[in-house]
């Protein structure tokens, strides 16, 4: 494990998942977020992604999370060498955003690009969440199998399949 992508719907522990693989493994961890917002929330040009999409999955190792653009996804499945895909059922991932906003308003989420709302990136998740069944659908996976082969796939199903994934890499107490 040295490449891991990880991926899926909105509001589903991506974040807090890749934070403990990379305090667990050392591999740097890199938000897609952070490289795909300026500090004030807007988003950065689409060849300033892409330049620095590039620089990062040349590099030795990373745990990248998040979706960014769909060629920059492509890119990284092919240039992976483990992908965790983050599919929990769609209540929880509606839970697990209004339970950031809501946090939000006594302490900034961890990992949250400096200056972008929390208010504005919810309502954005509740969007994508909403138009999440045309996109992560079941040809879609099987297009993501297709380019994992040689590679480990994990597809996270349910919270207690997270906490399950996450022990094995010797976290215990996952709270997500």
Same mark, same amino acid.
């Given at each position: 494990?040295?490449?891991? %992508?990880? +991926?899926?719907?909105?509001?589903? =522990?991506?974040?807090?998942?890749?934070?403990? !693989?990379?305090?667990?493994? =050392?591999?740097?961890?890199?938000?897609?977020?952070?490289?795909?917002?300026?500090?004030?929330? &807007?988003?950065?040009?689409?060849?300033?992604?892409?330049?620095?999409?590039?620089? !990062? @999955? %040349?590099? /030795?190792?990373? *745990? *990248?999370? =998040? #979706?960014?653009?769909?060629?920059?996804?492509?890119?990284?499945?092919?240039?992976? /060498?483990?992908?965790?895909?983050? /599919?929990?059922?769609?209540?929880?991932?509606?839970?697990?955003?209004?339970?950031? #906003?809501?946090?939000?308003? +006594? %302490?900034?989420?961890?990992?949250?690009?400096?200056?972008?709302?929390?208010? @504005?990136?919810? !309502?954005?998740?509740?969007?994508? !969440?909403?138009?999440?069944?045309?996109?992560?659908?079941? &040809? #879609? +996976?099987?297009?993501?199998?297709?380019?994992?082969?040689?590679? /480990?796939?994990?597809? *996270?199903?349910?919270?207690?399949?997270?906490?399950?994934?996450?022990?094995? +890499? =010797?976290?215990?107490?996952?709270?997500?």
């Amino acid at each position: 494990m040295n490449k891991v %992508v990880v +991926f899926g719907k909105p509001g589903g =522990g991506k974040s807090t998942l890749s934070r403990k !693989l990379s305090a667990e493994t =050392g591999i740097k961890l890199c938000a897609l977020d952070l490289i795909e917002y300026k500090k004030n929330g &807007e988003r950065v040009s689409p060849e300033e992604y892409s330049k620095k999409h590039a620089d !990062l @999955i %040349v590099t /030795d190792n990373w *745990i *990248i999370e =998040g #979706l960014g653009s769909l060629e920059s996804f492509w890119l990284r499945l092919d240039a992976a /060498d483990t992908l965790i895909y983050v /599919d929990l059922p769609y209540y929880v991932h509606y839970w697990w955003v209004t339970k950031r #906003l809501l946090k939000s308003f +006594f %302490v900034k989420p961890e990992g949250w690009p400096e200056g972008s709302s929390v208010l @504005i990136g919810t !309502l954005a998740s509740w969007k994508y !969440l909403r138009l999440s069944p045309n996109f992560w659908t079941p &040809e #879609l +996976f099987e297009k993501i199998q297709f380019h994992a082969k040689g590679k /480990d796939i994990y597809r *996270i199903t349910s919270v207690k399949e997270i906490n399950n994934f996450a022990k094995q +890499f =010797g976290y215990t107490g996952v709270r997500i």
